[in-house]
């Protein structure tokens, strides 16, 4: 049997906690069958610690996203290298550079980016990546640290021809509900110019719900939404695109799905 995968959610975000069992089942209705869920934090890890023990298709992820930088301690620093060889902790992410709002502390973003790069190839395992308008940048020091698993770069917003780039260095591409959005257009031209086998579908939830739901609450299960979307625009049916992105989540994550 195949189903959709959620690469990218924020199921430990508040937003989901007092109610998060109706979330689940409306993945288990929607035929998403796997949810990679990014932890940002010690409590949601532990949050997901739980529910992961009643809901073992949750996977997670954990790293320090750049806009929490500043605020980080060496204690955080210390747990996030004894958390990240733990075998549920399957990837590290979400981790990148951000300058959209703040360029005041790049140079701290880039030596945290790198040193969660090298945290990941010290345990041989995947990252998940965020950037925004830091597209160059991202790819550089990507590049340059090589990380051996390679990973995900999450709701890509780069061109095409960059998209081919990142492929090169062992990257997939993954896209939310801004691809399903009318007047989107590099994320279309990207999936359009990209193997099916490099190519996931995320939700990023609880922000950027996808077409038909846009402006509500996003959440896990709307992947769906995304996933039809691009088959159709791949001329595939959701079978087939499903049953690549599990060969291709297996690989990447070390799970049996
Ligand atoms: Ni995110």
């Known amino acids: 049997m195949t189903y959709w995968i959620d690469t990218h959610s924020h199921f430990a975000d508040e937003a989901f906690q007092d109610d998060f069992l109706s979330y689940i089942h409306r993945c288990e ?18 949050t997901m610690i739980g ?40 990837a590290i992410g979400e981790i990148g550079l951000d300058y959209h709002w703040d360029t005041s502390y790049n140079d701290l973003q880039k030596a945290c980016f790198i040193k969660q790069l090298q945290l990941a190839d010290t345990v041989n395992k995947p990252v998940l990546i965020h950037a925004r308008d830091a597209m ?16 995900i770069m999450h709701c890509y917003g780069g061109s095409a021809e960059m998209a081919r780039e990142f492929v090169k260095i062992g ?12 007047n989107s257009v590099k994320p279309k031209e990207t999936v359009a ?4 086998e490099n190519l996931f579908i995320e939700t990023d939830c609880p922000y950027m719900a996808p077409v038909p739901m846009r402006g509500k609450q996003n959440e896990s299960s709307y992947v769906h939404y995304v996933g039809e979307f691009m088959a159709q625009m791949k001329n595939v049916d959701e079978e087939t695109l499903q049953k690549i992105q599990m060969e291709q989540y297996e690989l990447l994550f070390g799970v049996k799905l």
């Not at 806009?67 to 733990?86: P, R």
């Not at 110019?193 to 099916?196: E, G, L, S």
Request: charged letters at 30%.
């Open 29 to 46: 209705e929607a035929n998403v069958g796997r949810v990679l869920v990014m932890c940002m934090n010690r409590t949601e890890w532990e």
């Open 193 to 196: 110019d990209t193997a099916m």
């Open 136 to 151: 160059q940048d991202t790819y550089d020091i990507l590049k340059a640290q090589n990380v051996k698993k390679g990973g």
């Open 171 to 182: 990257y997939h591409l993954a896209f939310g509900g801004p691809l399903t959005f009318k």
């Open 51 to 90: 529910w992961k023990k009643e809901y073992d298709w949750l996977d997670l992820a954990c790293g320090y996203h750049p806009e929490d930088l500043q605020k980080l301690t060496e204690e955080d620093w210390k747990w996030l290298e004894e958390v990240v060889s733990d075998p549920r902790c399957v």
